[in-house]
């Protein structure tokens, strides 16, 4: 401490503080110990030259001599640069790197909390980020929170002191692009560790080209890993296909895939469909354990299920475990069903050319059918002969607006040439459009032979030739399975019930099919499917006997026999009745989808994912003339305000909008223009869902960060065991002196010193008489 203002003067202190707690001496310009000795040794000998031939006393020359030398090493001092200095280090502390995950995985109870109930992942990350040792990483290192999920944020604190990570809503969770972008904002300052607060599981695992990198800049990876240190298994409800509208007492079919990852693979469960409401478990299919085959397993469950009653109704498919294990995810253990039961009469024309047998048999099922209003007509009649159904017609249907009044057209054996070009362009129209169906039952005579080249040709399910020959045998009947997902041929007591066997037994005169026609496999259209097909192989494979095929928006189905009748001979009305009552339900199905309205607006599926564009388009009546038109799209959750879209006119008609949903949900598109939503009808309903690639796969991902940890020299722990990791972070800091100066060689006190010493050996060399 240099406080007394004099002295401070003499040494010409100004940058040094007076209270500094200590002052030391040092050199601007140093010189090595050695350099000091040869200088100390060349001053002593100039000293001694300069003197020793002089008369003068032995002593007073010696004294001489030590002034000379003195004041030349003192010169010396001078040019080195004498300084006074307050010691002063200027600290870069290192950086720490904290990456929180905040992936939607992390909303998984896979763990268990301090009073051992199910916790989440969450939750063990919001009590590290609350208050943990981590803190005490502020005092060498600086520390930076980030959240990472598809991007990477930071992260503030909160008013407690802790770290303020939000919610764990992210949909992916990119673990390489977060530590890439991480080191990327520590500005050229040096990183000692990065310290992963996650599960482990990513879509996007560090590369090498990264890992290299960490190694080479001498960054520790260490990792809290979150969840479970043994996997649970997961059972889900991986994909769902049902009907969206039904008719009353329909048998209607349900699809889902369940899906079993790891342990669940191992336990016996249960598919159930249950009715919201109610509760009740409509229909259930057991899942045997599965142990062998790849991981996850992919089971297709049928699941069917005939509606009590009308309106919108809401099922439920949900995945049970026989054991009450415990499930990763029991949130995707279940998937809603929601189904609008419409209560009407199935409106169906049946137009044939002769009364064969099966017209017979058919035309007095759809009389005495309840939910079928049927018009029957039968060209080869004469003119007093009273046309049949409930709602006779005395001629084919003419207009868009006769065609409309039916959901269904069955088409016998007739020539094409009973309708004109109009009335099968309507009828064209009507199935890709409006959703009719169309059922066409194969004859001797006509069908298909003479539709080939009419506008119907693209709605039949197979290609020409259309002169097919009858097959050579007698053949039994049996299901392929793309009849469970329709719900048809279910003609046992139990709709579920394997297919009768009487049915194909080539034993029984009746259940064989004398008469069909040959379908050649390979003439088969791509979006073809068969719903039955021959017992017997015919050239070396089934023969198709029922196909069915999407046109548009509706269904196609085409009959290859006419002697179903024929099963009558053995029990009755029973299996014909199930067998064209489900058949024609199932292709009248999808007219309930679109309905008569005058406005059309239509989704490419009827799914999207959030984040996803999605193609609408709209329809506008003729003559319509409009540069856009306004479209809202409605939540079904009335706390979700509803989106404004616009279609605009594109090449060849019609009008298109995208539209990008942000949130999930049951969304339904409809024209913000009340005029236009009255011409609208419902509109378009599609299911808003998440991607869920985070979930597919959730368990926790520990050899990852093992791996990691392994490569980079870190370490994995529980988060109990926390502290253990803090104490092993290196410390990289940089520390730089920085000392505060005042230079001594410019000072009042070195001129003063530099004058005594001149002065005094002039004066001794005065004394001497040498002057």
């Not at 940058?15 to 000091?36: F, K």
């Amino acid at each position: 401490m240099i406080a007394w203002a004099p002295v401070r003067w003499l040494l010409g202190l100004e940058a040094i503080p007076s209270d500094a707690p200590m002052v030391r001496w040092a050199w601007e310009r140093p010189l090595a110990p050695w350099a000091w000795a040869t200088i100390l040794a060349m001053a002593a000998v100039v000293a001694w030259l300069s003197y020793r031939r002089m008369d003068v006393a032995h002593g007073r020359r010696r004294m001489l001599a030590a002034l000379r030398a003195v004041t030349i090493v003192f010169l010396v001092a001078l040019v080195a640069g004498p300084v006074l200095e307050v010691p002063r280090e200027r600290v870069e502390p290192d950086a720490v790197l904290v990456l929180a995950d905040r992936s939607r995985s992390l909303e998984i109870e896979d763990t268990t909390g301090p009073d051992g109930t199910p916790s989440t992942r969450d939750v063990a990350l919001r009590a590290i980020a609350a208050r943990s040792p981590l803190d005490s990483l502020g005092v060498e290192h600086r520390v930076s929170w980030f959240g990472f999920s598809e991007a990477l944020v930071p992260l503030p604190r909160d008013a407690g002191g802790g770290v303020a990570v939000g919610d764990a809503v992210g949909e992916r969770t990119l673990l390489a692009q977060a530590i890439d972008q991480a080191l990327a904002r520590t500005s050229g300052r040096p990183v000692s560790a990065i310290i992963l607060l996650t599960d482990g599981r990513t879509t996007d695992p560090p590369d090498r080209a990264l890992v290299r990198r960490l190694q080479s800049e001498g960054i520790v990876v260490s990792s809290v890993a979150l969840g479970a240190d043994a996997a649970l298994g997961d059972a889900s409800v991986a994909d769902l296909q049902a009907p969206r509208r039904a008719f009353v007492r329909d048998l209607v079919p349900v699809e889902a895939v369940v899906e079993r990852r790891g342990p669940a693979r191992l336990r016996a469960m249960r598919a159930e469909l249950v009715d919201r409401s109610t509760g009740a478990v409509l229909d259930a299919a057991e899942l045997a354990p599965r142990p062998g085959g790849t991981d996850p397993s992919r089971e297709p469950v049928q699941l069917v299920a005939t509606p009590p009653g009308s309106g919108d109704v809401t099922w439920e498919v949900r995945v049970v475990d026989a054991s009450a294990a415990r499930d990763l995810i029991p949130a995707n253990d279940r998937r809603a069903v929601p189904i609008a039961i419409v209560d009407r009469p199935v409106r169906i024309l049946y137009v044939d050319g002769y009364p064969r047998w099966e017209y017979r048999y058919l035309k007095n099922l759809l009389q005495r059918e309840r939910s079928v209003e049927s018009a029957v007509m039968l060209l080869s009649a004469d003119r007093d002969f009273a046309q049949e159904g409930n709602t006779p017609i005395a001629r084919l249907p003419r207009t868009r607006e006769e065609f409309d009044r039916f959901d269904l057209v069955v088409i016998g054996d007739m020539p094409a040439s009973f309708f004109t070009g109009e009335q099968l362009a309507e009828v064209r129209r009507a199935v890709s459009e409006r959703g009719m169906g169309l059922v066409v039952i194969g004859g001797a005579r006509s069908t298909p032979r003479s539709w080939a080249g009419s506008a119907l040709e693209d709605l039949l399910p197979f290609s020409g030739p259309y002169e097919l020959d009858r097959l050579p045998d007698a053949v039994n009947l049996v299901p392929a399975p793309p009849a469970s997902r329709m719900g048809v041929m279910r003609l046992s007591d139990d709709p579920k019930g394997a297919f009768p066997e009487e049915l194909r037994s080539p034993d029984e005169a009746w259940s064989r099919f004398e008469w069909a026609q040959r379908i050649a496999p390979a003439s088969l259209k791509p979006a073809a499917e068969v719903l039955a097909h021959s017992l017997q192989s015919v050239d070396g494979a089934p023969s198709p006997l029922v196909l069915s095929m999407r046109y548009g928006a509706g269904l196609v189905t085409y009959v290859a026999t006419d002697e179903v009748w024929r099963w009558r001979n053995g029990r009755g009305e029973t299996y014909p009745e199930r067998f064209w009552i489900q058949l024609l339900r199932a292709a009248a199905r999808p007219s309930l989808g679109t309905g008569r309205e005058e406005v059309r607006i239509a989704v490419d599926t009827g799914r999207a994912i959030v984040g996803e564009p999605v193609r609408i388009e709209v329809e506008m009546p003729a003559g319509t003339q409009a540069a856009r038109v306004a479209l809202e799209a409605v939540a079904a959750d009335s706390g979700v305000s509803p989106v404004e879209v616009e279609a605009v006119p594109v090449a060849g008609g019609g009008f298109v909008a995208t539209w990008t949903p942000e949130s999930i949900g049951r969304w339904t598109l409809r024209p913000r223009e009340s005029t236009l939503a009255a011409r609208a009808g419902a509109g378009a309903v599609i299911e808003v869902s998440r991607d869920d690639a985070e979930l597919r796969d959730a368990e926790a991902d520990r050899p990852l960060l093992e791996t990691l940890a392994r490569e980079t020299g870190g370490r994995v722990v529980a988060p109990a065991d926390l502290a253990t990791l803090v104490a092993g972070i290196p410390n990289r800091s940089i520390v730089t002196e920085n000392p505060i100066r005042d230079a001594l060689w410019n000072s009042p006190a070195a001129l003063i010193a530099l004058l005594s010493l001149l002065g005094a050996e002039w004066v001794l060399r005065r004394l001497s008489r040498l002057v």
